[in-house]
């Protein structure tokens, strides 16, 4: 390697599925004298282009066969790419073999990921599984002292413009950055199709875990703000919170897109045919849930029950923002409006909130869709399924004397779908389809008891009431009471109600203690811990 490290691109490989930008790139390195070289549809898009370009097959002496499978794969391509200029050895085999020097490397792959995602059947899936490619990025990335390689059209003005201004050669900077944009590249095509075999398989939990992602975006900090940070995107199929159209507002901070994440896992489990729901969401957990006969009143419902914590929160909608809402919506400082679309008279009201984020997706998340959650730990990472399950897997089974009424038995069905979404420990309070109290991530379950009919009260304080608004509520726990006293606290705070996993040795307690209390209680049969 020369001292400034610089090295002359005097030909270039080039075969892509992608052809973006593929036309003005190959023009620039032509007009620098670099030769190229190519394969099937990229050589015919050249041609078409009015560039002279040389078939693969011509290099290598031997025709591409078995439906295109073999064509790269051969020793004057990839012995081109190894190459070690500087190696005597090398240059010696190089020559007596005839192999070519090949300096640039443009390659992106057959685009396996975007065929499933479509639902592609099984052997077309197969088909779209690039293998000469891959191998030949990871020469030319191996052999990065020599050979520079581009698998992202997004660098090909960056590649231009250096090699313009170099005189037709890459610093070796340049060629490293590449280099290992490439093997990422391949890891995560290669985690693409491991996970894509994992679901045909049926088989979430292979013995080797790949997690690939795209970097979506940089963002500003992390949780805190000397912290860095990104968000990527998986190819899991899961429609979320990237899926969005940012119509308006600053750039999506680390705990927006967290915030929003949880938001709009919350509302998901509300279908718009079952009527319009609201979730505000701070620091991932729930702080007002409703859902009404209106999106306005559902709003009103949610935000009535913390307005406090209501303030610099994140609103998701499971139904297109109506103008109304969006007013009542901007009358205080609010991060980020989440909904399946707006109206033109909603996108109008919050123009002038120049800061909010407002994202409108394609869709809902579906929330029987299972996926994986991956988990950092020191020294490795937890993965598991995504809690998926909803009121059609639990029990309802009433086990105390008295059953619950029908206007309870809608409250608690409404209430253990919120408590899902509650960081553990959780307690939530409901009432006519709105939460009106909510205890999260205590260490004692009766303190997030006593917290959430506290906030019922702080509620009730806000809207001019002397009593708090758990008086004739009901009461969701993710996980089973293990002693009596969180049902005491809940009676004294005016629940009538109550709806919880069970499990706990001391269950026969505890039902004594809401039969005494005049309280009826149900158990599901599962819990819903959210750490």
């Known amino acids: 390697m020369s001292s400034s490290g610089l090295r002359p691109v005097a030909s270039a490989l080039l075969s892509v599925s992608d052809k973006s930008g593929l036309a003005e790139l190959a023009r620039t390195l032509a007009g620098l004298g670099i030769a190229l070289i190519s394969t099937g549809g990229t050589a015919a898009a050249l041609r ?37 200029r500087d190696n005597e050895a090398h240059e010696a085999a190089r020559q007596a073999n005839g192999i070519p020097l090949i300096d640039l490397l443009i390659v992106n792959l057959y685009p396996f990921e975007a065929t499933v995602a479509r639902g592609a059947a099984y052997d077309e899936a197969i088909e779209n599984i690039d293998i000469g490619g891959p191998a030949m990025l990871r020469a030319a990335a191996k052999n990065h002292g020599d050979v520079a390689v581009v698998v992202d059209p997004a660098d090909y003005a960056a590649l231009a413009e250096e090699l313009r201004a170099q005189g037709g050669k890459l610093s070796f900077a340049t060629r490293q950055r590449l280099a290992a944009k490439a093997f990422a590249h391949t890891a995560s095509y290669d985690s693409a199709i491991a996970a894509w075999f994992s679901r045909t398989l049926a088989e979430p939990f292979p013995q080797q875990f790949a997690v690939a992602g795209r970097r979506a975006q940089m963002l500003r900090y992390g949780e805190n703000p000397h912290q860095q940070a990104a968000v990527y995107r998986r190819a899991d199929g899961r429609l979320g919170l990237l899926d969005a159209e940012q119509v308006q507002g600053k750039e999506l901070s680390y705990n927006n897109i967290n915030d929003g994440d949880a938001a709009l896992e919350a509302v998901s489990e509300f279908p718009a045919g079952d009527g319009f729901a609201c979730v505000i969401v701070k620091h991932a957990n729930p702080c007002g849930v409703a859902v009404a006969a209106t999106q306005l009143e559902a709003y009103r419902k949610a935000f009535a029950c913390d307005p406090v914590s209501a303030f610099g929160g994140i609103v998701a909608f499971n139904t297109p923002l109506a103008a109304d809402t969006a007013q009542d919506v901007s009358k205080i400082f609010t991060e980020v409006i989440l909904a399946p679309g707006a109206d033109a008279a909603a996108r109008s009201t919050l123009a002038a909130k120049k800061n909010l984020r407002l994202l409108l997706l394609p869709a809902m998340p579906d929330p029987k869709t299972s996926n994986t959650i991956v988990k950092s730990i020191a020294g490795g990472f937890l993965v598991q399924e995504r809690d998926a399950t909803g009121l059609e897997e639990i029990e309802f089974k009433v086990v105390s004397r008295r059953a619950p009424s029908e206007d309870e038995r809608l409250d608690l069905a409404f209430a253990w779908r919120v408590a899902k979404h509650v960081k553990s420990n959780a307690i939530v309070f409901a009432r006519d389809g709105a939460t009106v109290g909510v205890g999260a991530g205590q260490m004692s379950r009766v303190d997030s008891t006593r917290i959430g009919a506290a906030k019922s009260l702080d509620a009730a304080k806000a809207l001019g009431r002397d009593r708090p608004l758990a008086e004739g509520a009901v009461l969701a726990s993710d996980a089973f009471f293990p002693f009596a006293d969180g049902i005491e606290a809940a009676a004294a705070a005016g629940v009538t109600a109550i709806i919880q996993p069970g499990g706990s040795i001391k269950d026969d307690e505890v039902i004594r203690r809401a039969d005494e209390l005049g309280l009826a209680m149900v158990f599901t049969g599962q819990r819903h811990f959210r750490h």
């Open 48 to 84: 078409g282009a009015g560039l002279a370009v040389k078939d693969v097959s011509e290099v290598t002496g031997f025709p591409e066969i078995m439906d295109g499978r073999v064509k790269t794969l051969h020793p004057k391509i990839h012995g081109g790419l190894l190459a070690v």
